[in-house]
């Protein structure tokens, strides 16, 4: 965990744009949960998009890219859909960090806000399907170092198993 210290040169310390309460955070996530089911979506239909062009890529070969081929049009529509797609996440979640919030895999739903537990920065963990936040780990830990918020531990649960 990193300790809380105002001034220091930079890359010694995260600065995160806010440091989130639990309860704060818990509320943020009632937004969140239709928004990263979103993302989602919109990561999984990406992924299609990338299988589809280097399958008609790998098949066709340089072809493809002559203007009277007939999968041309797919092939145009698909780089133009996922360039939206991209755009889209990149956005979203560029906006999230600017607020202090780090989406960290969006197929499992784990986002984590910086957080102060104890007098250290720390990501407060949450995932879709949880009712709270009700969880931390360090900086440089991940959602298999998690535990509850020392606070919050009589509330808190695991939350749904995947």
């Given amino acids: 965990m990193v300790p809380v210290r105002e001034g220091g040169p930079p890359g010694e310390l995260p600065n995160p744009p806010?440091?989130?309460?639990?309860?704060?955070?818990?509320?943020?996530?009632?937004?969140?949960?239709?928004?990263?089911?979103?993302?989602?979506s919109a990561a999984v239909?990406?992924?299609?998009?990338?299988a589809e062009l280097e399958r008609l890529t790998k098949f066709w070969g340089p072809e493809i890219d002559a203007p009277d081929h007939p999968d041309r049009g797919l092939k145009e529509r698909l780089v133009t859909e996922?360039?939206?797609?991209?755009?889209?996440?990149?956005g979203e979640v560029g906006r999230l960090s600017a607020e202090g919030i780090e989406v960290k895999d969006l197929d499992a739903g784990l986002v984590d806000f910086y957080g102060l537990v104890q007098g250290e920065v720390v990501f407060l963990c949450w995932r879709?399907?949880?009712e709270e936040v009700g969880f931390f780990h360090p900086l440089?830990?991940?959602?298999?170092?998690?535990?509850p918020i020392p606070e919050r531990s009589a509330k808190a649960s695991p939350g749904p198993r995947r």
Wanted: no cysteine; proline share 2%.
């Fill in 18 to 40: 806010k440091l989130w309460s639990p309860e704060a955070a818990s509320e943020r996530t009632r937004e969140l949960r239709e928004l990263v089911v979103d993302l989602r």
């Fill in 45 to 50: 239909r990406l992924r299609q998009i990338h």
């Fill in 82 to 90: 996922g360039a939206a797609l991209t755009r889209r996440l990149e």
């Fill in 128 to 130: 879709v399907g949880e």
């Fill in 140 to 147: 440089d830990g991940g959602f298999r170092q998690r535990r």
